[in-house]
């Protein structure tokens, strides 16, 4: 499938090409393209003064560079930007990465020319993926500088797997190196596209996660004996939110017709608060995940190269501006970390109560054999621990200072920061809820001789057992954690499919 970018696209699209579909312009876009490298050619013919395009970058901004020299400008920013450390970025975030970049371009605000477009349009058709380091940018230029670097031929790629240079890169996949042009090294490491991609990335499996939050806490809350009184329509109605409405409608489904349940009625009062909230904190998440979205489509249908080229070629217009800054976006990203966050600690604590011997009224750990066996005691540490780490890791990126440029540049939004926080946040989050349902499928196995479960709830305890089987202690726990994490991951709750 190829997804075709005409006025704009948005975060999904992003995810589908990260997945592995590819990327094209309609006529109108080309014309966009092709109608502001014209405006930067005649730019560069007149000698009108523009940033980036005849004046070196950040506090070099007011050094003009003569026309000479305006194509080693570009490929130095290239070369002297691309200083990103640590690991490699995973190719769907870098394919999500290229997809967002050519969106911005697609504008026809940023001057660059087709073939820089067909070049990374090629990187997701043929399965080039430059090495991109995870760390190091403030804002968002590294990130793009190490895609920069395979498309003039410097740098390193994999293409379908193998490692090489980045000559080579372009070579196995039919392209010779780009010699950029006036404001081309400028246009690829500009803009948040490195932000804009990790984040699309992040909504895809945040929105998948949700799903599965919902499902994960289905089974808890039967096992638990839960009181659905507090899940009544009309009483989650008092408190307004799409988000609450929506968990609500999907936790009454999956626990309809159970005879657990049945049998639980009126057996407490009200039940803990890990429980009887779920609408309202998986519902705020989603209320969350919602505004998210909105803006990371809005970032999409944004130009946020600095400066932004307009008019026609004959009356051109450069605008300086700092479209390249993007708090919305910072701060969309971080809000998302902490609603996940949120609903990991809340599923560590329902877990917890399902292992309990002092308020679950199941075997002590969920073991078989108290005592010589241990059960699930240890995997409830390893689930506080992440769940510590992500409050941790909610601590807002969007309020980072730092002071760059020789004071040029003396507000940052860390958008970039906030999108990788936002990912590992929700790697944390699959595995907690991969422990809470572990041990939501271990509670059911000692309760199905009592009482029937719900249609909803047999199917997702079917899933479970269909990857891992009941445990007794004789096998690491890590590897059911490790499957049931990659069944959150990649599969569908049995109830969506």
Known sequence: MTVTIDTRIGWRDVARVAAGET????????????????????????????????????ALSDTVVDRASQSRLSRNII?????????????????AIIAAQIANFSHGHSGVRADIIRHLAAFLERDCVPDIPSKG?????????????????????????????????????GLQPLVLGAKEGLSLVNGTACATGLASVALARAGHLLDWADAVAALTLEAAGCQMAAFDEAVLALRPSRGIAKVGASLRRLLDGSDLIVAALGKRTQDALSLRSVPHAHGAARDVFDNASDVVDRELASVTD????????ENPV????????????????????????????????????????????LPP????????????????????????????????????????????????????AAANKLLAVTDNAEYILAIELMAAAQAHDFLAPTAARAKGTDAIHSAV??????????????????????????EVPPELM
């Open 137 to 173: 940018s403030a804002g968002y230029l590294t990130h793009n500088a190490h895609t920069a670097l395979v498309l003039i031929g410097e740098g390193r790629a994999s293409v379908a797997g193998r490692r090489m240079n980045g000559r080579e890169a372009l070579n196995a996949i």
């Open 465 to 490: 057992r269909h990857v891992v089987a009941h445990y007794g202690d004789e096998r690491p726990l890590a590897g059911d954690i490790e499957a049931l994490r990659t069944l959150i991951r990649h």
């Open 318 to 361: 450069v605008s300086s501006e700092a479209h390249a800054v993007a708090p919305a976006l910072s701060q969309a990203a971080d809000s998302l970390a902490i609603a996940l966050a949120q609903i990991s600690a809340m599923s560590e604590r329902r877990m917890d109560r399902l292992v309990n011997p002092l308020v679950s009224g």
């Open 79 to 95: 070369l002297s930007h691309a200083c990103g450390v640590g690991e490699l970025l995973a190719p769907r975030e870098v394919r």
């Open 23 to 58: 990327l094209a312009l309609s006529p109108a876009a080309w014309a966009r393209v092709d109608n502001a490298s014209r405006i930067v050619e005649r730019i560069v013919e007149t000698g009108v003064r523009a940033y980036g395009i005849n004046t070196g970058v950040g």
């Open 306 to 313: 600095n400066p932004a080229v307009s008019g026609t070629p």
């Open 365 to 416: 750990f969920l073991a078989s054999d108290a005592g010589s066996n241990s059960g699930f005691m240890i995997a409830q540490y390893t689930a506080a621990a992440l769940s510590n780490e992500n409050r941790r890791l909610a601590a807002p990126a969007s309020t980072d200072g730092g002071l760059t440029s020789g004071l040029q540049e003396d507000f940052l939004a860390h958008p970039t």
